[in-house]
């Protein structure tokens, strides 16, 4: 088993520029979260998705959107990237939602 | 503000020492879990407590928890080198949609 995946690894966008971060898991849980984690900051919950057909907006969910595309793959999206959104991103799924999580590899994000 | 706040903030030991980190919170919760992270690597889940528990232990490792004060310990006994990382707790709280991480506590052991 994989785990939990995510893609890319290392990414450099411009001000403006829109992507998304996909992650997927394969250990078919209900629960999939998205959290970024800044210096000193520890991590902060930006969306969620409690069970397959749902998402709700964590602590910081301005600037980003999600799709939970189906049970096993959850992406962010940032519509147009700021410099403030440079981070370290990672995606975590768990079997119920408040359970263990299982973190992804995480996606460094820079914004210029 | 941040739900979970970790002390302290860095932690120096010896290997075969214990080490003692704590998490406090402000509201109130279903469950606290503590979790490790590896320098530039994604958590790994350590250890769970549910509210009505009040320590449990895993290997060398032992988790408290205080309602009441609104506080947990983790301690890792007889550390390893490869303790070596950041602590974080995770707090599920009771109002809809709150998980909650410290801020850390980065240990460092030393052979």
């Known amino acids: 088993n994989a785990g939990v995946t995510q893609t890319p690894k290392f990414q450099v966008l411009k001000t403006g520029q829109s992507m998304t971060l996909q992650c997927a898991q394969d250990?078919?849980?209900?629960?999939m979260y998205w959290y970024r984690q800044d210096p000193g900051m520890g991590l902060r919950l930006i969306y969620y998705?409690?069970?397959?057909?749902?998402?709700d907006k964590g602590e910081v969910p301005n600037g980003y959107n999600v799709s939970r595309l189906n049970k096993r793959e959850f992406s962010l999206r940032l519509e147009s990237a700021a410099p403030s959104q440079t981070s370290v991103y990672f995606c975590?799924?768990?079997?119920?939602?408040?359970?263990?999580?299982?973190f992804g590899p995480g996606t460094r994000l820079t914004v210029t | 503000s941040q739900q979970g706040e970790e002390d302290p903030q860095a932690l120096s030991i010896q290997e075969g020492e214990n080490a003692t980190m704590n998490c406090s919170y402000k509201?109130?919760?279903?469950?606290l879990q503590w979790y490790r992270q590896n320098s530039g690597r994604g958590l790994v889940h350590l250890i769970l407590?549910?509210?009505?528990?009040r320590e449990k232990h895993s290997g060398r490792l032992r988790v408290t928890l205080d309602t009441s004060k609104k506080s947990s310990s983790l301690l890792i006994t007889a550390s390893r080198a490869a303790d070596t990382a950041s602590y974080f707790c995770?707090?599920?709280?009771?109002?809809?949609?709150?998980?909650?991480f410290g801020q850390g506590t980065i240990l460092t052991v030393h052979p």
């Open positions: 995770c707090t599920g709280g009771t109002s809809y949609g709150k998980l909650t």
């Open positions: 250990m078919n849980h209900n629960s």
């Open positions: 998705s409690a069970s397959e057909g749902t998402t």
């Open positions: 407590i549910r509210s009505n528990e």
């Open positions: 975590a799924s768990s079997e119920m939602w408040q359970f263990e999580q299982y």
């Open positions: 509201t109130s919760i279903n469950n």
